[in-house]
């Protein structure tokens, strides 16, 4: 099970990097034109770049605090967190429309929900 945990927190932190790299540093303009991107049509930059950073923030949090064995109990907390942000990005893409992305943030979802539940649970990191 453990395996399986630190599968998906890479896997999830891979995402969040990738996300937050983009939103982060991508012209807005660019960002609107990327499938999926019409969303940052209606968003100011400042909002873009905000959950970039949010998303850099959990893919740091998926990961290191266990690898530096430094506040272990993070990594669960950092996928509740990715929960409630996937939630809105899949009220988002539903409200647009985009019923794949729908999909695909539900996997998200998913994925962190797992986590959180093995990490708070089942396989939680002991000092």
């Known amino acids: 099970m453990n395996l399986a945990l630190w599968i998906a927190a890479g896997l999830l932190a891979a995402v ?5 790299i983009t939103k982060t540093f991508v012209p ?3 960002l609107a034109a990327l ?11 400042g909002f873009i770049k905000t959950i970039g950073v949010l998303e850099l923030l959990a893919a740091v949090g998926l990961i290191l605090p266990a690898v530096l064995d430094v506040a272990p109990f993070m990594v669960p907390v950092t996928a509740v967190c990715w929960v409630l ?3 809105g990005a899949t009220i988002l893409h539903g409200r647009l429309g985009q019923f794949k ?3 695909v943030n539900l996997g998200y979802v998913a994925l962190a929900a797992f986590i959180a539940w093995g990490r708070f649970g089942l396989e939680p990191f002991t000092g």
């Not at 969040?16 to 937050?20: D, V």
Request: hydrophobic content about 40%; cysteine-free.
């Open 16 to 20: 969040s990097l990738t996300g937050g």
């Open 28 to 30: 807005k303009e660019k």
């Open 35 to 45: 499938n999926g991107g019409e969303w940052t049509g209606h968003a100011s930059v």
């Open 85 to 87: 942000l996937m939630v």
């Open 101 to 103: 992305l729908v999909m």
